[in-house]
């Protein structure tokens, strides 16, 4: 088994979990509104030809679409893009969601006119080609915008969540991000793949929520961060 079919793996394992804690009732519109201004406020006004890459259940493409863009997600998780499917489904001009790889999307250069993610650059396997390759994607002036925390600083081997059998040391070596202890390490990613006005803020909004509602299973409570470029 590959790398990446490992990591594919444990994500289909938890996407029914994953999902579910996503679409939490009691916190469900308080997450929406304070996405939806979140991202509104990252990327230039709607519409856009945005790809989200990673798109895991599809949180973020649902958002992104909900704001007027024209969106498409894509992961290698079968079990995750079961969930984002099912949701795109149920809502007139939802993301469109297919297989594929965020290190290197299988579209023609300037396709887009942003490329997001979220939760995705600590799991990325080679995320300076990623990123580079995300750029090539997009038309002048386009963006890329990431959320992503310091979830592992200790390492995912001293982790509370249960990473042994799919993130074992062969996954880890080509995880760069994985175990990194500032954000300062994901600019930097974004710097050198050639992008400019990288910008960092801290989404103290989801920290507040965090703080209301509570953090998911295994996880510590900690500053999210989105961070922005543009070519």
Do not use: C
């Not at 469900?28 to 990252?42: M, N, P, V």
């Not at 990327?43 to 895991?56: C, E, I, M, N, Y």
């Not at 803020?201 to 409570?221: C, F, K, W």
Request: aromatic share 8%; charged share 20%.
């Amino acid at each position: 088994m590959s790398v990446q079919e490992k990591i594919n793996d444990y994500w289909t394992g938890r996407a029914p979990d994953y999902d579910a804690y996503q679409q939490r009732p009691d916190r469900l519109a308080a997450d929406q509104e304070a996405w939806s201004r979140i991202w509104a406020e990252a990327l230039p006004a709607a519409p856009l030809d945005v790809l989200d890459v990673g798109t895991g259940s599809g949180q973020v493409a649902m958002v992104l679409a909900g704001l007027g863009h024209r969106v498409t997600g894509i992961d290698l998780s079968e079990g995750m893009l079961d969930q984002a499917r099912r949701h795109a489904a149920a809502v007139a001009n939802g993301p469109v969601i297919q297989y594929g790889d965020a290190v290197a999307p299988d579209f023609p250069a300037a396709s887009f006119d942003a490329v997001t993610s979220r939760y995705l650059m600590w799991t990325l396997r080679e995320p300076q080609e990623a990123v580079a390759n995300w750029a090539r994607l997009l038309r002048p002036g386009g963006t890329i915008a990431v959320v992503d925390s310091t979830w592992f600083p200790d390492g995912l081997d001293n982790a509370s969540e249960n990473f042994t059998e799919h993130y074992d040391p062969q996954v880890q070596a080509v995880l760069p991000l994985a175990a990194a202890s500032s954000i300062d390490q994901t600019v930097a990613v974004l710097q050198q793949a050639g992008l400019s006005k990288v910008n960092v803020t801290p989404l103290t909004s989801i920290y507040e929520l965090d703080q209301r509602y509570g953090v998911a299973p295994n996880h510590e409570h900690q500053m999210q961060y989105l961070v922005t470029g543009t070519v």
